[in-house]
C-alpha cells in the first residue's frame, strides 16, 4: 500500500459513527400503536416477503426485541430513507432507526445510550470505471459528480473530507437511493458514498 492509499483509508475511518434507533420527543400511550418507519431500500436490514407478508432483518429483530421488553405495538409506515425522515421531523412516525448520532440531532430527538450498530461509509464507483484512479485520487476525483442520500451526515463528512485533500466536487444529494444507483449505473453521476452494507455487486470501493 502506498502512501497516498493509507492516508485515504485513515480519512475514512473518521466517516464512523454509530448509528440507532431515533425517537422524537413524544408521550406514548399504551393504547395506541407507535408508528415506525420501515425501511423499503435496505433490504438487509428490514424487509418483508411480498408472498406471505413475513418480515425479517437486523433492524426488525432489533424492534421486535424492544417490544418484548416494552409491551409497544408498532405501526409500520413504508418507504425510502430520506421519505421516513421527513416524517419522523414532522412528527408523523415515532421511531426510525438508522440514524446516524449528532449533537443537533440529540437536541430534536432521543438516541439510546447504546448504539444500534456502526456504521462505514466509502466512497465507491462502477467496477468498469477506469476515469478515477485511487493512485491519483486527488486528480481524478476533480469536478467528478458524487450521489449522497439526502438528508444523511455522510454529506458533511464527505465534504470535510474534500476540503481536507483539496478535491473540488459536485454533491449531488438523492431523496431516493434507487434513482441515485440507477444514475450511477447509467454514467449520469461518477460515484456514490454509502456505507458498505448497502453496497451493490457491481460497485467497487475507491477509499476504504
Given at each position: 500500500?502506498n502512501?497516498?492509499?493509507?492516508?485515504?483509508?485513515?480519512?475514512?475511518?473518521s466517516f464512523?459513527?454509530?448509528?440507532?434507533v431515533?425517537f422524537?420527543?413524544?408521550s406514548?400511550?399504551?393504547n395506541?400503536?407507535?408508528?415506525?418507519?420501515?425501511?423499503?431500500?435496505?433490504?438487509?436490514?428490514?424487509n418483508k416477503d411480498?408472498?406471505n407478508?413475513?418480515?425479517?432483518?437486523y433492524g426488525y429483530?432489533?424492534?421486535?426485541?424492544i417490544?418484548?421488553?416494552?409491551?409497544?405495538e408498532?405501526e409500520?409506515?413504508?418507504?425510502?430513507w430520506y421519505?421516513l425522515?421527513?416524517?419522523l421531523?414532522?412528527?408523523?412516525?415515532?421511531?426510525?432507526?438508522?440514524?446516524?448520532?449528532?449533537?443537533e440531532?440529540?437536541?430534536?430527538?432521543?438516541?439510546?445510550?447504546t448504539?444500534m450498530?456502526?456504521?462505514t461509509?466509502r466512497?465507491y464507483?462502477?467496477?468498469n470505471?477506469?476515469d478515477?484512479?485511487?493512485?491519483?485520487?486527488?486528480?481524478?476525483?476533480?469536478n467528478?459528480?458524487?450521489?449522497?442520500?439526502?438528508?444523511?451526515?455522510?454529506?458533511?463528512?464527505?465534504k470535510?473530507w474534500?476540503n481536507k485533500?483539496k478535491?473540488n466536487?459536485?454533491?449531488?444529494?438523492?431523496i431516493?437511493?434507487?434513482?441515485r444507483?440507477?444514475?450511477?449505473?447509467?454514467?449520469?453521476i461518477?460515484?456514490?458514498?454509502?456505507m458498505?452494507?448497502?453496497?451493490?455487486?457491481?460497485?467497487?470501493p475507491?477509499?476504504?
Open positions: 500500500m502512501r497516498l492509499f493509507s492516508r485515504l483509508k485513515q480519512a475514512a475511518i464512523l459513527l454509530f448509528s440507532a431515533t422524537p420527543f413524544f406514548a400511550d399504551n395506541n400503536k407507535l408508528k415506525v418507519g420501515f425501511l423499503t431500500d435496505m433490504p438487509y436490514f428490514m411480498p408472498d407478508g413475513y418480515m425479517y432483518g429483530d432489533y424492534l421486535q426485541m417490544a418484548n421488553y416494552t409491551g409497544w408498532y409500520y409506515i413504508y418507504g425510502e421519505y425522515w421527513s416524517l421531523l414532522n412528527g408523523e412516525i415515532d421511531i426510525l432507526e438508522d440514524v446516524s448520532y449528532s449533537p440531532r440529540a437536541s430534536a430527538m432521543l438516541f439510546p445510550e448504539p450498530g456502526y456504521e461509509y466512497l464507483v462502477l467496477k470505471n477506469s478515477i484512479n485511487i493512485e491519483k485520487i486527488s486528480q481524478t476525483l476533480q467528478k459528480k458524487v450521489g449522497i442520500t439526502a438528508g444523511t451526515i455522510q454529506i458533511d463528512l464527505f470535510n474534500l485533500h478535491i466536487c459536485e454533491i449531488i444529494p438523492f431516493s437511493d434507487f434513482d444507483n440507477e444514475k450511477l449505473a447509467n454514467g449520469t461518477d460515484a456514490v458514498v454509502e458498505e452494507a448497502s453496497a451493490l455487486k457491481d460497485w467497487e475507491i477509499i476504504e
